[in-house]
């Protein structure tokens, strides 16, 4: 059943009553999806992770939990889900391991090199267009970071019908593999499931490699 235009939007920015039911059911339904993310991640101690599009939150418990003194930074564009985020998580955020800020992903209102992890899952569709998204992600990684980014694939055309085009933009793996080249990132790990009608790709990435200039030896 192509689900309702209304819906979509409350997806993409979820707002009033209606969106903090959304914001709930979604934490179950993602729960899975966002968890594949972070192993793929690899978060290690002391690290600042960063969770672009965080909505409910639900990640953010799980990312200060994969290794000792992680920060747990969440970002999203929702007041809804950013008020149910912070009911969720107030004894870490007291404790300072969890922080959660409203910004936009396309300028995210951190130095350069900030965070040893990013990852974004189930936002891709709303970028539009994506690069400046993955640019500023890309900008806030440190050198040797990871970024992850886990999306349903546009190959799945099972899928993708369900979805009005007017909300959800579906992108083939390879389109967004190109995406992440243009942002100056590198491949590093690709999962996926393929399950017709409920696919989903992983893609990890990591900063290229600065080219040696001549003279320098670096």
């Known amino acids: 059943m192509r689900r309702p235009v209304f819906i979509a939007r409350q997806g993409r920015h979820p707002y009033g009553w209606l969106g903090a039911i959304i914001g709930r059911i979604m934490a179950s339904e993602t729960a899975a999806d966002n968890d ?97 998204h993955l640019k500023s992600m890309a900008r806030v990684l440190k050198p040797g970071g990871r970024v992850v980014l886990g999306f349903r694939p546009a190959e799945d055309a099972a899928l993708t019908a369900r979805f009005p085009a007017s909300v959800y933009a579906f992108r083939t793996t390879a389109e967004v593999e190109a995406l992440l080249a243009t942002a100056g990132l590198v491949i590093v790990d690709r999962q996926c499931r393929d399950v017709p009608g409920n696919s989903m790709v992983w893609l990890a990435a990591t900063p290229a490699r600065q080219p040696v200039l001549p003279g320098t030896g670096t």
Not at 68 to 85: E, K, P, Q, W
């Open 36 to 132: 594949r993310a972070i192993a793929m991640l690899g978060v290690l101690s002391e690290e600042h992770v960063l969770d672009v599009g965080t909505g409910h939150g639900r990640s953010l418990a799980t990312l200060a939990a994969a290794a000792d003194n992680v920060t747990a930074t969440g970002i999203d564009a929702s007041d809804v889900m950013l008020t149910i985020a912070r009911r969720r998580h107030k004894a870490l955020i007291r404790q300072g391991r969890v922080r959660v800020e409203r910004a936009s992903s396309d300028d995210l209102p951190f130095a350069a090199a900030t965070f040893d992890r990013v990852m974004a899952v189930h936002t891709l569709y709303f970028w539009q267009p994506a690069a400046p």
